[in-house]
Structure formats: structure tokens, C-alpha cells
């Protein structure tokens, strides 16, 4: 008997109501935490009882803090003698705050916060130099919107969902309303997407989910389908989905194109997605198999950043190329020791199949680099040596363009998303030679896997196009990361706006 689909394409999707950003309000005053019902503010962590003094219901305030061992980091509460009964937290900046301690900090403040279900929760800072303090309250604002997310439920009595309704910046200057909503929805997309049971959000799924969305802001999309892929010779492709007894798998591709540069040279962004990975004939153990329905991390960062972009009105033009597969096991999957060809006419010893990534890439790279884009930025949740290396507070930064290097690593601290920039010296490539293709998938052992995935990748993007690899070690992290409460994180979006939209690439030089 055929698998029951859900018909309805809202079942898919993010719930689309979200609370709003008002108007930056600008003083904290005693009449406006009469109407909110719960209320956050930095102060600083140097001579914070002398800021407290000059809040509204100062000595309410003070004796609290007074009770508490307040230390720089750390946060406390109190309930207000007004008319709402406001919940006050006040987070405690240390001097030399960076925006990821900030985000960790509001994450910590915010769940106090809302601890009480409020409808409204105001966002203020107090004693901070005014550029800290507008990113304290940015901070403050997207660990607001990301607390009160849900991720999807499939019981039969569902939860409550949070009443929070709407958050009230107080600032002369408040931040950019816009850009943090655009940038919350997109985290909360890639969140959700990864979240998604593998039975709902197969490729078949995912496509229907990026064509839906991607009707609402007007990108369109193209679908190159394994019958398609097989004329182009996308044989590492192909060579994964060879297991699934369904074929649905293909290669999904936006088109964002503005008005004013409809004709430049688009930003390409490349991601991994697998909806589930068993691994293949070198089946993973249950403990690694268990989660493997996030596998498609990479392609949710690119089609959640390529939305966000066109959201936000970026002025060039963008291409995501979302690369969808599953990885099963069955009578017709590919083994070690299979040989295969790419559609550049590039030669793949078959080693192990868990290495799947680097296969559906290989072929989608090749088929974004012949539309000659200016850059080509990929994700994917690619190894485990990236989370050895790194832990999961991080993810791994790969680039053909050294020079680049200062402006990646800065667009990861300003965004709060850090990336670190591992060497892919070219020496590496000889230990993934291979005798009898041109080269071989992966090394036997693991080490140094990470980078040898990178190595292996840079083969399928053209010498003259710049090319960054996120490995998304810092995908998912048991307790949450940054401004995300949740283990799956959402990392990727905001350092990819972080990129494009604050720091101008150096100009591009020899490839590494």
C-alpha cells in the first residue's frame, strides 16, 4: 500500500503568524511598563546599582538586586508594584560584550522573561554606549521571537502556543525592525524545516515547501528531476538516490532577480539536502542514525538566506541551489568501489557511502558554476570532523580566496554566528588520490575528514569563481546556541546577511 502524503501544503509550512516589532518607543518610562506584561533591560555590569537607581520603580528594583549575587552575565527578576504586575528582568552586560554574548545572555533573560506567557515584552538598555545598547536590544528582540517559536508537534492534543504578541523596543535609535524580523523568520525556517519528521519532509516535501514559499516573494524556480539529471551525466548524484525507492530526488533552483541588477552575475547559494541519511549499504548505527532527518540543514540555510535576502530587498541578484536526496539502503544503492562520473566528466572512487554529501554536491556545484556566478557560498551538515575539531558553538569556514578570510571570519562574530577558517592546503589533495578514477570519495580513516571534504568539493567549482563551504557543525547544539533556545539552532542565516549585506568582499585574487 502506497505511504499516506499530507494533501495540504499548510502542513508543511512555518505557522505564519508571528509576533510583530513596534515602533521604537523612546524612553523607558513608569507609564509604558503599565501596559507591557513583561519587560527586559540591559545595564551594565560595572556600576550597574547606580543605573538601577534611575530605572522607573527604582526601589523595587534595587532591592532585588540587592538580595541577588549579580555577577557580569547574568541576569535577575522582579515583579513590578503596577497596574500589569510587569515581570522586569535585567541582564547584565560585561564591558566587553561581543554580539554572541549578547545573544547568549538575552537567550538566558528572555526565557525568564517568558516564563509568565506575556502578550507584550518590552527591550530596553540602560548606561550602555548607544551602538552596544542597539545591539543588546536587537539581541533582546531575536531571543523574543525565537523563544516564542514552536517547532512542529504531531500529538493529538497539541500544546498552547505563546501569547506573546507584540515586542516594543525603547530607543531614541532603535534597530532595524525589518532586518531582525526578516532574519528571526528565516532562523525559525531553517528550524522548523529541520525539525520536520523525514516522512513529511522528503524531497518531494521540500520542494513543495520551497515552491510555495518561494511564490510569496517572488522568486521563481526550476526542478531538474533524475531523468534530467541523468542527460546532464549528474552520475554522483544520482549514484545516492540509487537506494530510494521513490524519485523524487533532484535539484531544486531559485532565481531571485531584482529590478534595478537582473543581469549581473548572481551570489549562488548551495545546500545540502538530505531529507534522510541511513547512511547506505555502510549503514549508520541507531544512536547516528537517529537525527539524520536534519540532514538537509544545508539546503534550509539556503533556501531560508535567498528568502531573507529577497525580503530585505537585496540589490543583486541570487540563485539557491538546493540540493534534494535521500540516502537509503536497498537492493539497486551504491557500494564502495563503484566507480562513477560527474557532470563536469569528473571520475569518483566510491569509498564508503555515508559520504553521500560530498556526491550530491560535487554535481550540484558543477551545475551552478555554468551559470557563472560572482561567488558561490555552499552549506551543509558535511562531517563529523567538523564538530571534533570545533564542537557545535562553531562552524567551519573553507575558501578558495585566502583573502577573504578576515572578512568571513567578522561577518561570523558581528552576526553572532561564528565560523572558524580551517586550512585546505593543496597538498591534501593527494591522500584522496585514487588509482583507478580521478579521485577518490573520501579517505578510508576519518581523520582530518573535514577538510579532505572541502579539498574534494573545490574540484566542482571553476578556478575563477570565489567559493566558501560552511560546514554546519554548529547546526544543532543540546541546550540551544546564541538567541535559539532549541537544540536545532538555525545557524546560518544570520552570518550569511551578516556577509552580504555589511562587508564588502576584498577583491577576488588567485584561487588557493
Same mark, same amino acid.
Given at each position: 500500500?502506497?505511504?499516506?502524503?499530507? /494533501?495540504?501544503?499548510?502542513?508543511?509550512?512555518?505557522?505564519?503568524?508571528?509576533?510583530?516589532?513596534?515602533?521604537?518607543?523612546?524612553?523607558?518610562?513608569?507609564?509604558?511598563?503599565?501596559?507591557?506584561?513583561? #519587560?527586559?533591560?540591559?545595564?551594565?555590569?560595572?556600576?550597574?546599582?547606580?543605573?538601577?537607581?534611575?530605572?522607573?520603580?527604582?526601589?523595587?528594583?534595587?532591592?532585588?538586586?540587592?538580595?541577588?549575587?549579580?555577577?557580569?552575565?547574568?541576569?535577575?527578576?522582579?515583579?513590578?508594584?503596577?497596574?500589569?504586575?510587569?515581570?522586569?528582568?535585567?541582564?547584565?552586560?560585561?564591558?566587553?560584550?561581543?554580539?554572541?554574548?549578547?545573544?547568549?545572555?538575552?537567550?538566558?533573560?528572555?526565557?525568564?522573561?517568558?516564563? /509568565?506567557?506575556?502578550?507584550?515584552?518590552?527591550?530596553?538598555?540602560?548606561?550602555?554606549?548607544?551602538?552596544?545598547?542597539?545591539?543588546?536590544?536587537?539581541?533582546?528582540?531575536? #531571543?523574543?521571537?525565537?523563544?516564542?517559536?514552536?517547532?512542529?508537534?504531531?500529538?493529538?492534543?497539541?500544546?498552547?502556543?505563546?501569547?506573546?504578541?507584540?515586542?516594543?523596543?525603547?530607543?531614541?535609535?532603535?534597530?532595524?525592525?525589518?532586518?531582525? #524580523?526578516?532574519?528571526?523568520?528565516?532562523?525559525?525556517?531553517?528550524?522548523?524545516?529541520?525539525?520536520?519528521?523525514?516522512?513529511?519532509?522528503?524531497?518531494?516535501?521540500?520542494?513543495?515547501?520551497?515552491?510555495?514559499?518561494?511564490?510569496?516573494?517572488?522568486?521563481?524556480?526550476?526542478?531538474?528531476?533524475?531523468?534530467?539529471?541523468?542527460?546532464?551525466?549528474?552520475?554522483?548524484?544520482?549514484?545516492?538516490?540509487?537506494?530510494?525507492?521513490?524519485?523524487?530526488?533532484?535539484?531544486?533552483?531559485?532565481?531571485?532577480?531584482?529590478?534595478?541588477?537582473?543581469?549581473?552575475?548572481?551570489?549562488?547559494?548551495?545546500?545540502?539536502?538530505?531529507?534522510?541519511?541511513?547512511?547506505?549499504?555502510?549503514?549508520?548505527?541507531?544512536?547516528?542514525?537517529?537525527?539524520?532527518?536534519?540532514?538537509?540543514?544545508?539546503?534550509?540555510?539556503?533556501?531560508?538566506?535567498?528568502?531573507?535576502?529577497?525580503?530585505?530587498?537585496?540589490?543583486?541578484?541570487?540563485?539557491?541551489?538546493?540540493?534534494?536526496?535521500?540516502?537509503?539502503?536497498?537492493?539497486?544503492?551504491?557500494?564502495?568501489?563503484?566507480?562513477?562520473?560527474?557532470?563536469?566528466?569528473?571520475?569518483?572512487?566510491?569509498?564508503?557511502?555515508?559520504?553521500?554529501?560530498?556526491?550530491?554536491? #560535487?554535481?550540484?556545484?558543477?551545475?551552478?558554476?555554468?551559470?557563472?556566478?560572482?561567488?558561490?557560498?555552499?552549506?551543509?551538515?558535511?562531517?563529523?570532523?567538523?564538530?571534533?575539531?570545533?564542537?557545535?558553538?562553531?562552524?567551519?569556514?573553507?575558501?578558495?580566496?585566502?583573502?577573504?578570510?578576515?572578512?568571513?571570519?567578522?561577518?561570523?562574530?558581528?552576526?553572532?554566528?561564528?565560523?572558524?577558517?580551517?586550512?585546505?592546503?593543496?597538498?591534501?589533495?593527494?591522500?584522496?588520490?585514487?588509482?583507478?578514477?580521478?579521485?577518490?570519495?573520501?579517505?578510508?580513516?576519518?581523520?582530518?575528514?573535514?577538510?579532505?571534504?572541502?579539498?574534494?568539493?573545490?574540484?566542482?567549482?571553476?578556478?575563477?569563481?570565489?567559493?566558501?563551504?560552511?560546514?554546519?557543525?554548529?547546526?544543532?547544539?543540546?541546550?540551544?546556541?546564541?538567541?535559539?533556545?532549541?537544540?536545532?539552532?538555525?545557524?546560518?542565516?544570520?552570518?550569511?546577511?551578516?556577509?552580504?549585506?555589511?562587508?564588502?568582499?576584498?577583491?577576488?585574487?588567485?584561487?588557493?
Amino acid at each position: 500500500m502506497p505511504r499516506a502524503r499530507p /494533501d495540504a501544503r499548510s502542513s508543511l509550512l512555518p505557522p505564519s503568524r508571528r509576533p510583530r516589532i513596534a515602533r521604537p518607543v523612546p524612553q523607558l518610562s513608569a507609564g509604558a511598563l503599565d501596559v507591557l506584561e513583561a #519587560a527586559l533591560v540591559f545595564v551594565p555590569a560595572d556600576g550597574t546599582r547606580a543605573e538601577l537607581a534611575r530605572l522607573p520603580h527604582a526601589s523595587g528594583i534595587l532591592s532585588r538586586f540587592d538580595r541577588g549575587d549579580a555577577k557580569p552575565g547574568s541576569h535577575f527578576a522582579c515583579r513590578l508594584r503596577n497596574g500589569a504586575g510587569t515581570t522586569l528582568v535585567v541582564a547584565l552586560v560585561p564591558r566587553e560584550a561581543t554580539p554572541f554574548a549578547l545573544l547568549e545572555l538575552a537567550r538566558a533573560a528572555v526565557g525568564t522573561a517568558m516564563q /509568565d506567557d506575556p502578550a507584550t515584552l518590552g527591550c530596553a538598555a540602560a548606561g550602555l554606549p548607544a551602538a552596544l545598547g542597539r545591539k543588546a536590544i536587537e539581541a533582546g528582540i531575536a #531571543a523574543a521571537l525565537a523563544a516564542c517559536f514552536r517547532l512542529p508537534e504531531f500529538k493529538s492534543k497539541p500544546g498552547r502556543r505563546s501569547r506573546l504578541d507584540r515586542v516594543v523596543p525603547f530607543a531614541r535609535r532603535g534597530p532595524d525592525a525589518r532586518r531582525a #524580523a526578516a532574519l528571526s523568520e528565516g532562523t525559525d525556517l531553517v528550524r522548523w524545516l529541520m525539525a520536520m519528521p523525514p516522512d513529511r519532509l522528503d524531497p518531494a516535501g521540500f520542494r513543495q515547501v520551497a515552491r510555495a514559499l518561494a511564490r510569496r516573494h517572488g522568486v521563481a524556480t526550476r526542478f531538474y528531476g533524475e531523468k534530467e539529471l541523468a542527460r546532464l551525466g549528474a552520475g554522483a548524484f544520482l549514484a545516492v538516490t540509487r537506494g530510494s525507492s521513490r524519485r523524487d530526488a533532484g535539484i531544486l533552483q531559485l532565481r531571485y532577480r531584482p529590478g534595478r541588477r537582473r543581469d549581473a552575475a548572481p551570489v549562488a547559494l548551495v545546500g545540502k539536502g538530505l531529507c534522510f541519511d541511513t547512511g547506505g549499504t555502510n549503514l549508520k548505527p541507531h544512536s547516528s542514525m537517529l537525527h539524520m532527518h536534519g540532514d538537509m540543514g544545508g539546503s534550509a540555510v539556503a533556501l531560508a538566506g535567498l528568502l531573507s535576502l529577497a525580503r530585505l530587498g537585496y540589490p543583486g541578484p541570487v540563485d539557491a541551489w538546493l540540493a534534494l536526496a535521500e540516502n537509503r539502503i536497498g537492493p539497486d544503492a551504491y557500494k564502495p568501489q563503484d566507480v562513477v562520473t560527474t557532470l563536469d566528466g569528473t571520475t569518483i572512487q566510491v569509498i564508503h557511502t555515508d559520504a553521500e554529501g560530498r556526491m550530491v554536491l #560535487a554535481d550540484t556545484l558543477a551545475l551552478a558554476s555554468r551559470s557563472k556566478p560572482a561567488a558561490i557560498v555552499d552549506f551543509a551538515t558535511l562531517t563529523g570532523a567538523c564538530m571534533q575539531a570545533l564542537g557545535n558553538r562553531m562552524s567551519g569556514a573553507f575558501t578558495n580566496r585566502p583573502a577573504w578570510r578576515a572578512e568571513i571570519e567578522a561577518a561570523g562574530r558581528e552576526s553572532g554566528e561564528r565560523v572558524w577558517c580551517m586550512p585546505m592546503d593543496a597538498d591534501y589533495d593527494r591522500d584522496i588520490d585514487s588509482k583507478v578514477a580521478d579521485v577518490a570519495q573520501c579517505r578510508v580513516d576519518g581523520k582530518g575528514d573535514h577538510i579532505y571534504a572541502a579539498r574534494f568539493l573545490s574540484r566542482f567549482v571553476g578556478e575563477e569563481i570565489p567559493w566558501l563551504h560552511v560546514d554546519l557543525s554548529a547546526a544543532t547544539r543540546e541546550g540551544g546556541l546564541g538567541h535559539v533556545p532549541t537544540d536545532i539552532t538555525g545557524f546560518g542565516v544570520r552570518f550569511l546577511a551578516s556577509l552580504l549585506l555589511d562587508h564588502e568582499l576584498p577583491a577576488v585574487g588567485p584561487p588557493a
